[in-house]
């Protein structure tokens, strides 16, 4: 039987007390679904979580505190932490967002001047094997390997050393 | 026998198959497909058991999907 | 300190969004302050406000040419001008990790209530690095792209595996000498176990040396207990040899000296004036008066020496007042964060303080290697190391090349995490342009790297400290004026610089 938590719209937020689970209807229009992972995976190590779509609008965010003998403040103080994080979610979501490419121009300034150019170590131990890009002009192939004739065997079989291109 | 119903919008086909596969040895299970749900019937001899593992499959399942798709959209 | 926006511009008035450039704003006693994105402030009168927001600044008025010239006015931002501003608070990003933290042993022969390096017993030899490790460190750490290196010797006490120190410095510069790196040493040490000969050797190899004290003799021993002795006066004795033996060589006193460092516990709130004068009496030029962190021993002892953030403020503001009173005196002493803030705000630089900067610097800025040679993305990473928790390490000497460890996933995700940008709640302060995150903080006290900054308490020191200097702005006494900006100049100390070029 669900009963609503005192001082929540019931339309937002009922309890099972009997099942120590919460159920929480969440605005898919004001609440991302990145969002709501965000959340959710917060809160993955304290309770069990489970996502459902009642209808196109809204997602009901279930959660049952691992920690057996959850009552009713317990219950309360779940679900406001998971409202401060899913609202902390989204406005994180959207700032990233709004500040997208100052935040990936910084990140690849610093990392790239923390990391230097690669050392003849670090090229030694690159692969560049065959799927490591495409070379349709065959632009890293040495002129040798792109130009150099067949080797023409001797009369008794054995190739020219001199091989000419 | 427990059934969890598990939205194919909000948990990944993929992450919902790793997770029975986590947990294949601890009960018992039956997958269905619905067209909004992906289904997982869990069934054990414990009934506490077979809750435990209902419920911790699902997170698996949530914690795999969002591992999958997170990220700034 | 939310500013009612509507009483200002006016009930029923419509606020001009066409006049203003990108700013933030804040209320500071009886004024507004407003910065914009480059860190340019203003100090403005609520009635300068009103007008500022409504649009309501006729060209050629004094208040015009007030926002034209900070580039606050939409019409007439100057992008390069901006640029050139951003540049320059942001040139650390061109440069690599500069600061190496080198902890030589954990062994300590002193207890601090507050440790966070979570000491060993003296017994404990198998933690002190050993030569091979501290080589292979050196080899890791002269391949930083940044062009000038610092070693700090840490512990534990690194004055316990001297030899180690020893051997490092010399394999150091006989190794920087193909390289050319501008290099320095410091030491951060009790300082109970100098003699006269290890003297002669940091002093030979120009080792800046620093250590801490916390106010008063009484207070000090009751915080770090050294068996047997008094951690005070043994520490207070070296700092008084040391500086003894920069004025025989020639150095500038007011420049060449040792530094000391405050551990501020709930003991040493009341106490503030004491504080200020051991320091000075010492010959102390800085204090830094840094509130307690959550790291290493603090878990157990935080119910005795943890205290709210209000009371560290009140703390910080009596304290900091003394000191700007006993500069008007001609007594020569600052204090260490308000003249980190006041750099960014009156010089519009980046003094490179890594725990206060965006990105901040952990894994970029400065890394940590311990003494099995383990590396982490900052002190407090591998501190956290000690405690079980292996979040920021990130490999190891012997077997990691420098590109892995500076490309790991987590320095990237702390340079995310770390960008005020993409910080809830910093994107909104007035203060962004100056401030920092310290994403470690965040993960031992709020749980994750991003935490929560309304309930950081770093966040509540830092806009306490900056609301505090920006009163002091606002208040605009020229006596006090002219201290701050004597805090923010920074005389460079080549004395230290072991090669490579030097500091202008």
């Known amino acids: 039987m669900t009963t609503p938590l005192e001082g929540i719209p019931a339309e937002l937020v009922t309890a099972e007390l009997g099942a120590g689970s919460v159920h929480l209807r969440v605005d898919s229009q004001l609440y991302p679904l990145g969002a709501i992972y965000a959340a959710a995976y917060v809160f993955l190590d304290r309770c069990f979580v489970l996502l459902d779509r009642p209808d196109e609008r809204n997602i009901r965010v279930t959660l049952a505190p691992k920690k057996a003998g959850a009552d009713e403040t317990i219950l309360r103080t779940f679900v406001g932490e998971f409202s401060n994080e899913l609202l902390s979610a989204a406005w994180r979501r959207q700032i990233a967002q709004d500040n997208r490419a100052v935040i990936e121009m910084v990140t690849s300034q610093a990392i790239s001047a923390a990391m230097g150019p690669p050392s003849l170590d670090d090229l030694a131990s690159f692969d560049f094997g065959d799927e490591s890009f495409e070379d349709p002009l065959g632009i890293a192939m040495s002129w040798e390997e792109k130009y150099k004739k067949k080797d023409k065997p001797d009369a008794d079989g054995t190739p020219d050393p001199e091989g000419k291109p | 026998m427990t059934e969890l119903r598990l939205h194919r919008e909000l948990y990944a086909g993929t992450a919902v198959d790793a997770a029975v596969k986590v947990y294949a040895r601890f009960a018992a299970f039956e997958l269905v497909e619905e067209a909004s749900h992906w289904i997982v019937r869990v069934s054990s001899k414990n009934a506490a058991r077979e809750t435990q593992v209902a419920r911790e499959l699902a997170n698996y399942a949530l914690g795999t999907t969002i591992r999958e798709r997170g990220g700034v959209q | 300190m939310t500013v009612d926006l509507r009483s200002l511009v006016g009930i ?144 534990g006490e690194p004055l316990v595996n001297f030899e180690v120190v020893k051997h490092t410095i010399a394999y150091a510069i006989q190794k920087n000498e193909s390289i050319g790196k501008q290099l320095e040493f410091t030491m951060v040490s009790n300082l109970s176990l100098m003699d006269e000969e290890k003297l002669g050797f940091l002093l030979q190899h120009k080792v800046q040396i620093c250590t801490s004290i916390d106010g008063p003799e009484h207070l000090h021993d009751k915080q770090r207990k050294l068996p047997g002795f008094s951690s005070h006066k043994a520490a207070t004795k070296w700092i008084a040899r040391i500086n003894e033996a920069y004025a025989e060589m020639g150095l500038d006193p007011t420049l060449y000296h040792v530094e000391a460092l405050l551990t501020t516990t709930k003991e040493t709130l009341p106490r503030w004036k004491e504080v200020v004068d051991t320091y000075v009496g010492l010959g102390c030029k800085a204090l830094f008066l840094r509130p307690i962190d959550p790291f290493g021993f603090v878990e157990k002892t935080g119910a005795r020496i943890e205290y709210p953030r209000s009371e560290y403020m009140e703390f910080y503001q009596q304290a900091t007042d003394y000191m700007l009173e006993l500069n008007k005196q001609g007594v020569q002493i600052l204090e260490r964060y308000a003249a980190i803030f006041l750099t960014k705000i009156l010089a519009g630089e980046d003094p490179n303080f890594l725990d206060i900067r965006s990105p901040g610097g952990a894994g970029i800025g400065q890394l940590a290697y311990n003494y099995d040679g383990k590396i982490f993305t900052c002190d407090e990473g591998r501190m956290l190391h000690e405690t079980g928790d292996d979040t920021f390490l990130l490999g190891d000497v012997r077997t990691s090349s420098y590109r892995e460890i500076t490309g790991h996933a987590t320095v990237r995700a702390l340079v995310i995490a770390s960008q005020r940008d993409s910080q809830p709640d910093c994107i909104d302060c007035t203060y962004n342009p100056y401030c920092g995150v310290a994403p470690v903080h965040s993960h031992k006290a709020l749980g994750s790297i991003w935490g929560s900054m309304r309930l950081s308490s770093l966040c509540a020191v830092h806009k306490g400290i900056q609301d505090y200097l920006f009163g002091k702005l606002a208040a605009a006494d020229p006596a006090t004026l002219s201290v701050l900006q004597r805090w923010t100049t920074v005389r460079s100390r080549d004395h230290f610089v072991q090669s490579g070029m030097t500091s202008a």
């Not at chain 3, 704003?25 to 994105?37: A, D, M």
């Not at chain 3, 390069?80 to 030589?104: C, D, E």
Request: net charge positive; proline share 3%; charged share 25%.
């Open chain 3, 12 to 155: 029923g008035a419509k606020l001009d969004t066409s006049f203003p450039a990108f700013f933030r704003h804040r209320r500071i006693g009886e004024k507004v302050l407003i910065t914009n994105y480059e860190g340019n402030w203003l100090l403005l009168s609520d009635e300068e406000f009103g007008r500022f927001a409504r649009g309501d600044v006729p060209t050629g008025t004094p208040l015009h040419t007030l926002l034209r010239d900070a580039n606050f006015i939409r019409a007439e931002y100057d992008v390069q001008k901006a640029i050139t501003r951003v540049r320059a608070r942001k040139s650390f990003l061109h440069l690599g990790p500069n600061l190496h933290i080198l902890v030589v042993t954990l062994r300590c022969n002193e207890t601090c209530v507050y440790c966070h390096a979570s000491r060993a017993n003296m017994e404990a030899v198998h933690t002190d690095m050993s030569k091979e490790t501290a080589e292979r460190s050196i080899d890791f750490i002269l391949r930083s792209t940044s062009p000038s290196v610092t070693i700090e010797f840490q512990g």
